[in-house]
């Protein structure tokens, strides 16, 4: 199992970026496909983007057009590029391992605290 950590959240104003970052431990990290999801106020937690741990892209709704998905295998780090970053992406931002099913790409471990983003408009 591996075990993930995100950081780089904070306060950026409206069209502003910010680059996260999930680091992971564990040796399966190379092995592991990643998530990034959102958890915004009153709603659920959504899947924003995601890559294959052979650094493939999976296609995303949310990630479109503004979001940018990448990997260091050896630093053992995913990131996730946010850029024109608007009120409604104020939220909490997590990573997670993911799988594959039949219908769609669902989180396989525990969450973890995540990180915090809010846009000032």
């Known amino acids: 199992q591996v075990q993930l950590v995100e950081s780089g959240g904070g306060l950026v104003q409206t069209g502003g970026s910010l680059r996260l970052a999930c680091e992971a431990s564990?040796?399966?990290?190379?092995?592991?496909?990643i998530g990034w999801y959102r958890q915004t106020p009153g709603h659920q937690r959504e899947f924003l983007a995601g890559?294959?741990?052979?650094?493939?892209?999976i296609p995303s709704d949310p990630a479109k057009g503004r979001f940018t998905i990448s990997r260091d295998n050896a630093k053992k780090i995913v990131y996730l590029q946010m850029d024109n970053l608007q009120p409604e992406d104020t939220g909490a931002y997590f990573c997670?391992?993911?799988?594959?099913?039949?219908?769609?790409?669902?989180?396989?471990?525990?969450w973890g605290q995540g990180t915090q983003v809010t846009v000032s408009s």
């Open positions: 997670n391992s993911i799988r594959r099913t039949t219908a769609d790409w669902q989180p396989e471990g525990p």
């Open positions: 564990g040796r399966d990290f190379i092995i592991a496909h």
């Open positions: 890559i294959t741990y052979g650094s493939s892209r």
